[in-house]
């Protein structure tokens, strides 16, 4: 009995640690098919993302600045920060 609670808490992180590898690969397989400046904005805010994270901040924060300097129109930046979100989401 001694042994069975820490050899719970072992299976359970384990778990854990499991559920988010499964999200970071499923957000990496999400953004593998993102548009170039899709990818370009989900690099830049992937660092970002925690679990209390806002994501429609998060994404405007790095387009605002791209579309500010020219490297990208509005349209494009709406565009590739939506689907970029959707891939950020799974980082969650």
Do not use: H
Not at 10 to 29: C, H, T, Y
Not at 71 to 89: D, I, N, V, W, Y
Request: proline fraction near 3%.
């Amino acid at each position: 009995m001694r042994f069975l609670l820490p050899c719970a808490a072992v299976v359970g992180l384990s778990m854990l640690s499991g559920a988010a590898w499964a999200d970071q690969a499923a957000a990496s397989a999400c953004s593998a098919k993102l548009s170039q400046d899709g990818q370009l904005i989900y690099g830049k805010a992937a660092p970002t993302v925690t679990a209390k994270t806002n994501i429609r901040d998060a994404v405007i924060d790095v387009a605002r600045p791209l579309v500010m300097n020219g490297s990208m129109s509005r349209e494009t930046a709406r565009a590739a920060g939506e689907a970029a979100g959707e891939c950020l989401k799974l980082l969650q």
